[in-house]
């Protein structure tokens, strides 16, 4: 598994560079900055590049090592491809709403996927046709709402080993229980979040889709 890196251009193009404006960067990230413009932080592609290259090294080690490595993404602009990648690795995501105790209350939440596990059993085997019409309908929507919650995890046996957020700043909730059950931390992190709180921060513009699928495909290619 070669890693495959996006190229300076393609990255320039897709906005990758844009940092948080002035006023609400966070002194951390300076190392990473190439320039302040118009109040603007410019954030330096070639360590972006870098830190990737570092990031990604590591998640193919914790790959080939059988480790379980966990996608997060939910922001609007992350949702698709964050699952699309996870998909394509066959691992696990989380891509609407974290929810509470995932990572530090694991058994609570695998009891949920049992739950739905059996929901859909007795659904496909045929025993809500005893049910009436409203009971099968109210049945079926708990299935709906849980898939919507569980089924990117429901796989997972374990708490993972490893978790790729896709915007630093908006996965407060899912790092600070990462960090709780020694759980290793690869994301993307803008000017205006602290990069030494996660193990492999990989700067770039957490608010560009482009700039998310970019450093997304460089990840699904590069563990493919």
Same mark, same amino acid.
């Given at each position: 598994?070669?890693?495959?890196?996006?190229?300076?251009?393609?990255?320039?193009?897709?906005?990758?560079?844009?940092?948080?404006?002035?006023?609400? !960067?966070?002194?951390?990230?300076?190392? !990473?900055?190439?320039?302040?413009?118009?109040?603007?932080?410019?954030? %330096?592609?070639?360590?972006?590049?870098? =830190?990737?290259?570092? =990031?990604?090294?590591?998640?193919?080690?914790?790959?080939?090592?059988?480790?379980?490595?966990?996608?997060?993404?939910?922001?609007?602009?992350?949702?698709?491809?964050?699952? =699309?990648?996870?998909?394509?690795?066959?691992?696990?995501?989380?891509?609407?709403?974290? +929810?509470?105790?995932?990572?530090?209350?694991?058994?609570?939440?695998?009891?949920?996927?049992?739950?739905?596990?059996?929901?859909?059993?007795?659904?496909?085997?045929?025993?809500?046709?005893?049910?009436?019409?409203?009971?099968?309908?109210?049945?079926?929507?708990?299935?709906?709402?849980?898939?919507?919650? !569980?089924?990117?995890?429901?796989?997972?046996?374990?708490? #993972?080993?490893?978790?790729?957020?896709?915007?630093?700043? %908006?996965?407060?909730?899912?790092?600070?229980?990462?960090?709780?059950?020694?759980?290793?931390?690869?994301?993307?992190?803008?000017? %205006?979040?602290?990069?030494?709180?996660?193990?492999?921060?990989? #700067?770039?513009?957490?608010?560009?889709?482009?700039?998310?699928?970019?450093?997304?495909?460089?990840?699904?290619?590069? +563990?493919?």
């Amino acid at each position: 598994m070669e890693t495959q890196l996006p190229k300076y251009e393609d990255m320039v193009k897709a906005g990758m560079h844009f940092g948080r404006k002035k006023s609400i !960067f966070h002194p951390r990230m300076k190392d !990473f900055v190439y320039i302040l413009k118009e109040n603007i932080y410019i954030i %330096d592609l070639i360590k972006t590049s870098e =830190a990737l290259s570092k =990031a990604i090294d590591f998640l193919k080690k914790e790959r080939e090592a059988g480790k379980v490595i966990l996608f997060v993404g939910t922001t609007k602009q992350s949702t698709e491809v964050v699952q =699309a990648t996870a998909k394509a690795l066959n691992m696990s995501y989380v891509v609407n709403r974290w +929810l509470g105790g995932t990572l530090t209350n694991f058994k609570t939440i695998t009891a949920r996927f049992k739950h739905l596990d059996d929901l859909e059993g007795r659904r496909d085997s045929g025993a809500f046709e005893k049910y009436t019409k409203k009971e099968k309908l109210l049945l079926e929507r708990e299935i709906a709402s849980m898939k919507v919650k !569980f089924d990117g995890i429901r796989k997972l046996t374990k708490v #993972p080993d490893v978790i790729v957020v896709s915007s630093l700043r %908006d996965a407060e909730l899912p790092v600070r229980e990462a960090k709780r059950a020694g759980i290793k931390i690869v994301a993307i992190v803008n000017t %205006d979040s602290d990069p030494n709180s996660v193990d492999y921060p990989i #700067p770039a513009n957490d608010n560009a889709k482009k700039s998310v699928e970019l450093i997304m495909e460089a990840i699904k290619s590069s +563990l493919s």
